[in-house]
C-alpha cells in the first residue's frame, strides 16, 4: 500500500495562493489515479480534486472550478495541488489518497472506499 505525505499548507490570506504537494512511495504510483479531499474542522471531508493515472484528465469540486489546478509528476510519484484565489472557506486539512476503483466522476467518489491516509497539511486562510 502506499505511503502518503502531503505537504505546503500554511497561512495565507484572502485572495492569496499556496501549492500543496502529496509525495507518494511505490512503484504502482504510476498507474493509480490520485484525489484530494479537503476536512474543515467539524464537517466531513469533501472531495476536491482528481487526476487520472496518466494526468490528461482530471476532476473537480464544481465550487473549486477555477480556482484549483491539480497536476502530477509519475517521475517524482508526485501530485499537486494549486490553490490560488483563496477564501475562508477554503480553510480545511486537505489529504491525497489513491482512489481504488479508478478515475470516475466526482459524484461516483465515496470516501469510505479509500483506506490509505496521509498525516494530511493545513490550510488556514485569513479574512
Known amino acids: 500500500q502506499a505511503q502518503l505525505a502531503e505537504s505546503g499548507g500554511g497561512l495565507v490570506q484572502a485572495g492569496g495562493a499556496l501549492r500543496l504537494s502529496c509525495a507518494a512511495s511505490g512503484r504502482a504510483f504510476s498507474t493509480v489515479s490520485m484525489v484530494w479531499f479537503r476536512q474543515a474542522l467539524g464537517k466531513d471531508r469533501d472531495f476536491v480534486a482528481a487526476?487520472?493515472?496518466?494526468?490528461?484528465?482530471?476532476y473537480y469540486a464544481d465550487s473549486l472550478k477555477g480556482r484549483f489546478t491539480i497536476s502530477r509528476s509519475n517521475a517524482q510519484n508526485t501530485v499537486l495541488l494549486q490553490m490560488n484565489s483563496m477564501k475562508p472557506e477554503d480553510t480545511a486539512v486537505y489529504y491525497c489518497?489513491?482512489?481504488?476503483?479508478?478515475?470516475?466522476?466526482?459524484?461516483?467518489?465515496?470516501?469510505?472506499?479509500?483506506?490509505?491516509w496521509g498525516q494530511g497539511t493545513q490550510v488556514t486562510v485569513s479574512s
Open positions: 489518497a489513491a482512489d481504488p476503483r479508478g478515475f470516475r466522476v466526482p459524484t461516483a467518489v465515496t470516501v469510505g472506499e479509500f483506506r490509505s
Open positions: 487526476i487520472s493515472w496518466t494526468g490528461t484528465s482530471t
